[in-house]
């Protein structure tokens, strides 16, 4: 990891530029790190593969898990839970946020930005370049404006996620880095770190400059027939 | 970049507009509404016109003045919006009024969950609507297949004058995978001397499903029905997995079809002598792919998610010919491969089989 730690990580991006594993590994190497991390299920855009769906599994593996409660957890409402306040008020947690897709998912997170601690919460952009609406360096500030003016805040960074999800190779990854960073140059922003698959790592550390931060992701979100 | 990472919803908008579909007409409802999303923005930039309208009945009324206009034109919806839509779909038939209707099935009946179903089957293949009518109904089991069956619900449309229906269910609305989208085609629609455009100095051109007299209505009934006996005899589709010298042949559509692959590559691996024919148009219901099997094989396994529809048309095609039995979950719960491959191991080479 390069960017500077702070409390709050938010997640937010295009619809399936893959928020939802970032936010999960991202809030597991904080605890990894013994910090008492939260993560916070902001998402009311995607009805399916959203965090909530395995609770129990990242409960077990020592997160907290913010989402709606009991059967309002399957429902396809814009329900908040109170307890992501504690995580916004208490300067001892770490919390992780993962919002919902586009500037309608971002929409959201415009309600806590008053109670995001000043200076202390990164607001993360994940771009994947195989996504339809963020291929080019101008459609993905498109994004990043249209989310900014929805939730009322400005991102700070970007996340390199490129991917073609289990078809990707780490060439995959590479190009789509170099879209990604034509468009941090343009937006004068910086970007905090490549994602790459696990085993994908180490290929794609040998074609990037010496020490830039590559965070290596074990994927959580699986197909049916994946399950055997 | 030459592949896109899409979701289900994302590559049918995507598959219709460059199946030459401008006009689109419907009401959001999960587990679709990436749909209507992707193309309120999509359109656009193609000249083509997306209309969120007020309700699922005004949608599929829409499509109704869209079609009889001569527009390639589509709505889309799950289950509760789908069941709004009959009218419509069954005024569309009477008309013969080509156009495409996307159902991404969530659990019902009524307003059920937003979890993924295949309990609309009846719906799609036996119509909702009244009358004496038929929609052809395509179902994909990938990304990159819903971008090739647009363009042929589309192309099926046309051809037949009819209402095309392309049914998913919500995990393939929902899940994301790669698909190579190609070079985007010209797409040349052919030409409709029956649209409602204008007289021009011609005959008169009138859109309707009325037909007063019962003489005439007959008439009407016995023509549809001429063309829907050439759809069924020409129009069947499906895919064959692994059915070489295949004893218990699994049959499954969409999504659960990607189960019932792993199951048989499982089977397979065990030694079990399994195979699966996924149907890829539900109606016409390819019959053709079980008449090769009939005598060479034990039994039949229909696995669906809900508590039996497909396989009453399993049924009927095999015609009593051997056992078909039926494994299916509901409720919103996907069937788990490994529960599948028990069910198949339970069957196997068992008495009566």
């Known amino acids: 990891m390069g960017a500077e730690m702070k409390r709050i990580t938010i997640f937010t991006g295009h619809l399936g530029s893959g928020k939802t594993e970032l936010a999960i590994n991202f809030a597991l190497s904080l605890k990894e790190r013994g910090l008492p991390a939260s993560i916070v299920d902001l998402d009311v855009v995607n009805p399916y593969f959203r965090t909530r769906l395995i609770k129990e599994k990242l409960e077990q593996l020592g997160l907290t898990v913010i989402c709606p409660r009991g059967e309002w957890m399957r429902a396809d409402l814009p329900a908040l839970p109170p307890d992501i306040l504690g995580v916004l008020e208490d300067p001892a947690r770490y919390g992780v946020f993962d919002v919902g897709g586009d500037d309608v998912g971002a929409t959201v997170l415009g309600r806590f930005g008053p109670l995001l601690p000043p200076d202390d919460y990164h607001l993360w952009l994940v771009v994947n370049a195989c996504r339809p609406f963020t291929r080019s360096k101008d459609d993905i500030i498109k994004m990043l404006k249209s989310i900014e003016k929805a939730c009322r805040l400005q991102v700070t960074g970007l996340v390199s996620n490129t991917n073609l999800g289990a078809a990707t190779g780490w060439q995959t990854i590479l190009e789509g880095h170099q879209v990604v960073q034509d468009a941090a140059r343009l937006l004068n922003l910086p970007v905090v770190m490549v994602a790459a698959r696990r085993d994908l790592v180490e290929k794609l550390r040998a074609h990037l400059p010496p020490g830039f931060p590559v965070f290596a992701l074990n994927l959580f979100m699986q197909a049916p027939w994946q399950e055997m | ?353």
């Open chain 2, 1 to 353: 970049m030459a592949k896109v990472l899409m979701k289900g919803n994302e590559a049918i908008g995507e598959g219709a507009v460059r199946a030459g579909c401008r006009y689109f007409f419907g009401y959001p409802i999960t587990p679709q509404s990436e749909l209507p999303h992707y193309l309120a923005k999509r359109l656009p930039e193609v000249g083509g016109v997306y209309l969120q309208s007020e309700s699922e009945t005004a949608a599929i009324n829409m499509v109704y003045g869209a079609a009889g206009a001569g527009a390639r034109v589509m709505t889309s919806s799950s289950g509760p919006g789908i069941s709004l839509m009959q009218e419509g779909i069954s005024y569309l038939a009477g008309a013969e009024l080509p156009c495409v209707i996307v159902n991404m099935i969530r659990g019902g009946p009524g307003l059920g969950n937003i979890a993924p179903a295949q309990s609309d089957y009846f719906q799609a293949t036996r119509g909702g609507g009244h009358g004496d009518y038929r929609v052809i109904v395509l179902a994909p089991a990938s990304v990159q297949e819903i971008i090739d069956l647009m363009r042929l619900a589309f192309d099926l449309a046309d051809r037949y004058r009819n209402p095309v229906m392309v049914a998913g269910d919500g995990i393939l609305g929902q899940m994301m995978e790669p698909v190579e989208l190609g070079e985007e085609e010209d797409v040349q629609i052919p030409p409709r001397p029956w649209a409602a455009t204008g007289r021009m100095g011609g005959e008169k051109k009138l859109i309707n499903s009325l037909y007063i007299v019962p003489e005439e209505l007959e008439q009407h009934n016995l023509k549809l029905a001429r063309k829907y006996a050439l759809i069924a005899s020409k129009e069947q589709r499906w895919e064959e997995y692994r059915l070489d010298g295949a004893r218990l042949v699994l049959v499954a559509f969409g999504t659960v079809a990607r189960i019932c692959k792993a199951v048989v590559d499982r089977c397979r691996e065990e030694g079990l002598a399994v195979g699966l024919i996924r149907p890829i148009t539900l109606w016409p219901y390819p019959q053709k792919a079980f008449e090769p099997l009939m005598g060479k094989v034990d039994s039949f396994l229909v696995v669906e998610m809900s508590l039996g529809q497909m396989v009453e048309d399993v049924r009927l095609a095999v015609n009593g010919r051997h056992p078909v039995h039926f494994y299916g979950r509901c409720g919103g719960m996907l069937p788990v491969a490994a529960d599948v491959v028990q069910e198949v191991k339970k069957l196997y080479g068992g008495e009566g089989n």
